[in-house]
C-alpha cells in the first residue's frame, strides 16, 4: 500500500523530516501531535511501533514510529513542551505504556483531554531508584559519583 501523505501534511503543518531508513519521517509542532497521528492513524497506520522521549540536552524530543502492518512506516517526532504534550492513548491505547515509559526514564509528560498529567505510576523501577535515568543530568551524576 502506498499513502500519499501530503494533504495529511499540508493539514497538521507537519515538515518533511528526512527518510530514515526507508521510513518517512517528519516534524511536528507540539500543539498538532495529537492530530496528526489521529489522521495518520485514519489513513490506516493503526499500529504504533514504538514511542520514545529523548534528552537533547537543550529541549525533549517525543518519536513515534507507526504502521500498516503492511510495509508504510512513518516516523514523527516533536519538541516535547515541559508542560506536557497530549496523550495519544485515545488513539493507540498500547501508547499507555510507552507513555509511562518516556515519562519514567526521560521525564516526558503526557496530558490527557482534560490537561491532567498522566503517565507518572511506576513501571519498571523500584521506588527507591533515581528518577529519570537516561536523563544526561542522570548520567552526569552517575559518573562524578
Not at 66 to 77: N, P, S
Not at 123 to 129: E, G, I, K, V
Request: glycine share 10%; with cysteine; net charge negative.
Amino acid at each position: 500500500m502506498t499513502v500519499d501523505f501530503s494533504n495529511w501534511a499540508a493539514a497538521v503543518g507537519a515538515q518533511v523530516d528526512g527518510d530514515a531508513v526507508g521510513i518517512a519521517g517528519f516534524r511536528l509542532e507540539p500543539g498538532n501531535w495529537r492530530a496528526a497521528l489521529s489522521g495518520l492513524h485514519d489513513l490506516g497506520l493503526v499500529r504504533l511501533e514504538l514511542l520514545a522521549g529523548v534528552d537533547r540536552e537543550s529541549h525533549d524530543e517525543v518519536y513515534a514510529v507507526l504502521t500498516d502492518g503492511l510495509g508504510t512506516q512513518v516516523m514523527v517526532c516533536t519538541t516535547a513542551p515541559p508542560e506536557g504534550l497530549a496523550s495519544i492513548v485515545p488513539i493507540f491505547p498500547g501508547a499507555q505504556w510507552h507513555e509511562q515509559e518516556a515519562h519514567e526514564m526521560v521525564g516526558i509528560v503526557f496530558r490527557d483531554d482534560q490537561g491532567h498529567e498522566v503517565s507518572n505510576e511506576p513501571l519498571l523501577l523500584r521506588p527507591d531508584h533515581p528518577r529519570f535515568p537516561l536523563r544526561r543530568a542522570a548520567e552526569k551524576a552517575s559518573e562524578s559519583s
